[in-house]
């Protein structure tokens, strides 16, 4: 395994991390080298400092109970570093304030008890005679959430409560995610033969889990981007690939040729197509899958305000599609985390796929709509301290009906000695990418 070459095309968190495994697998005598033509590493793992605090501006937590985080960071020697919530809860914002329905599975609620309040008498009923009414289920299909909700519960469910959550997680909404994706616990319980949709997410609902559900990093991403960079010892050219040709050979948007054994490519799926479209029709099979798979754009305006602003003891809120906002979630990121220093932080979320928002808008448009926002939700003029604004163009993969069949297609269409990791594969958050990394080294080292 010495003396070998590999390229990593990407400098995010799937990049990184594939980086570091690579180095721990081929030793200390072989080449690594990362493409990236931004800025910094890192990806949508950014770090600004805000009003004095450090403060992540693109992703922000992981989810605690898989176990892809706290492993990684044990080994790396940062689980000292690991931040967990307070313990405050989002609300939704549905023509008012509602607090987050529980009972539910990613907004798919068990009970009519689970959306009183937030859905009206009609849509109350509806849902609870969902079990009594005919039902019929194709084993192994993955509809829209949407379109299988919407039927069962009625549309104001899927607005209310399913939607909010799954803008929040994709930047899209149930008419765009497939059942499979969003709720693989409720389509595995209908392949079973639950009798109801009510009865597959009472199947599906998670065991109460005592403690935090989301983690965090003190001092934020950028401790541990520091350290994938620092233990894999890579060599970082700041340059886009253009063109990859059988043998492995890599030219950059500079003109400069480069040399692999191997190649993984840690891209979002429309640069994957655009790359191997272009490089003398390498992996047809895998550029006509990922080709299929939709992105969504999306921007973060992270402010610091006063401490004294008057904000309520919640996490943050989601936004309810067909709302007159512009925003679809805000984090009180000082409630969420535990305040630190003499202002208070915050982050609203802007862009759903779909529209192009994110990128016709200027950053003082998007800083008066977060202020617009904030004072319609929460009845607040909020006088910024200092404000960030984080643009990420195509970086929401859409995980739509049969995604995990496209998914297939893409890595079975690679030739040997080429790998994919990202976020577009098993999974939109950090924990997932991880392991997507971990998976694409393993296919290299073996097939080397």
Not at 16 to 44: C, E
Not at 91 to 119: E, R
Not at 241 to 266: C, F, K, M, S, Y
Not at 308 to 320: E, N, W
Request: hydrophobic fraction near 45%.
């Amino acid at each position: 395994m010495s003396r070998r070459s590999y390229c990593v095309v990407g400098g995010g968190i799937s990049g990184l991390t594939a980086a570091y495994r690579l180095r721990a697998a081929a030793g200390a005598d072989a080449t690594i080298t990362v493409f990236d033509p931004a800025d910094r590493l890192g990806g949508i793992l950014r770090t600004e400092l805000v009003g004095g605090q450090p403060m992540d501006v693109g992703a922000e937590a992981f989810v605690l109970r898989r176990p892809e985080m706290p492993a990684l960071l044990a080994e790396l020697g940062l689980a000292e570093h690991q931040r967990a919530t307070t313990g405050a809860r989002p609300l939704i914002y549905s023509q008012q304030l509602h607090a987050l329905p529980t009972g539910t599975v990613m907004g798919i609620p068990s009970s009519a008890a689970s959306l009183a309040g937030l859905v009206d008498d009609a849509t109350v009923a509806r849902i609870e005679g969902e079990p009594g009414r005919r039902f019929s289920w194709r084993q192994g299909s993955d509809p829209a959430v949407a379109e299988l909700v919407a039927d069962r519960f009625g549309e104001q469910t899927v607005a209310r409560s399913v939607d909010p959550l799954l803008c929040g997680v994709y930047a899209g909404s149930a008419a765009t995610i497939g059942l499979r994706a969003a709720a693989p616990g409720v389509a595995a319980a209908l392949d079973h033969g639950a009798a109801s949709l009510t009865d597959a997410v009472r199947q599906a609902l998670p065991p109460a889990v005592d403690g935090p559900v989301f983690g965090a990093l003190d001092g934020g991403y950028q401790v541990l981007v520091d350290d994938l960079v620092a233990r894999s010892r890579l060599n970082w050219v700041r340059a886009a690939v253009t063109q990859l040709e059988p043998g492995w050979e890599l030219n950059d948007e500079t003109g400069a040729r480069w040399h692999a054994d191997a190649v993984i490519l840690a891209i979002p799926a429309p640069r994957l197509v655009r790359l191997l479209a272009g490089s003398a029709g390498l992996a047809p099979r895998s550029v006509a899958a990922a080709g299929r798979i939709t992105s969504a754009s999306s921007a973060v305006v992270a402010l610091a305000v006063p401490l004294d602003t008057p904000f309520p003891q919640c996490s943050g809120v989601l936004v309810a599609s067909g709302e007159q906002l512009r925003a679809k979630a805000i984090t009180l990121s000082s409630r969420k985390w535990g305040p630190r220093g003499d202002s208070q932080l915050l982050r609203l979320s802007f862009g759903r796929f779909g529209d192009d928002l994110v990128e016709r808008a200027s950053d003082e448009e998007l800083l008066a709509w977060a202020l617009d926002d904030l004072a319609t939700v929460f009845g607040v003029t909020v006088d910024p301290i200092e404000y960030r604004v984080q643009r990420w163009i195509e970086a929401m993969p859409q995980y739509g009906p049969g995604h995990a069949d496209l998914v297939a297609e893409v890595r079975a269409g690679l030739p040997s000695g080429l790998a994919v990791a990202g976020s577009y594969l098993d999974g939109i958050g950090v924990p997932a990418c991880v392991a997507a990394a971990g998976l694409a080294v393993t296919g290299i080292v073996e097939a080397l």
